[in-house]
């Protein structure tokens, strides 16, 4: 009768510690590969932008958040536009290209219902601020009283084919009485 063969492994401390550490470096290795993968976000052209108002104005061009029925108001928004993109802790990736895109602005009453829509187009925008236009609209007499909501969009095409380059829509309010 044959005697299997027989593999016969000798342990010492020293090889113990060589193949611990062969082993903690593989797995942190992967592991860091791994986290790597899911941990980077990549930086897009089309969301770098930021709208919001920036100031409401009576008739006569002064600074203003509470207004009557029938009242003049003018706003003015601006589009604030990023120059870089970061990546915790220490990554940035620089925007280099202009674009052009459509603005919106939106007026709602306080039942959500609009009371005025106004929208145009800036070219060649790349990493300065924008303001828009100066909007200007006339409340009904019949106004509803409450807290009306401004909003103001930049957009790359009017829907269905287009998507918005804002990536936050920024609010603003005035009361009427």
Known sequence: MNKPDEIVLELNL???IILSLIGISVLATVSTYIIALFAFDSPSQEYRFKSGVDSIMDYYYYFSTSF???DTIRI???????????????YYYYFVDTTSIKWIVGVLDPNNMPVHFESGTLSNIGTGDHTLPVISFDLPTDAASGTYTIRVMGWSDFLPSGDTVTFEVLEDTFDVS
Request: zero cysteines.
């Open 14 to 16: 020293k090889k113990i």
């Open 68 to 70: 009557s029925k029938g």
């Open 76 to 90: 003015t928004g601006i589009v604030l536009s990023a120059d870089r993109y970061f990546v915790p802790p220490s």
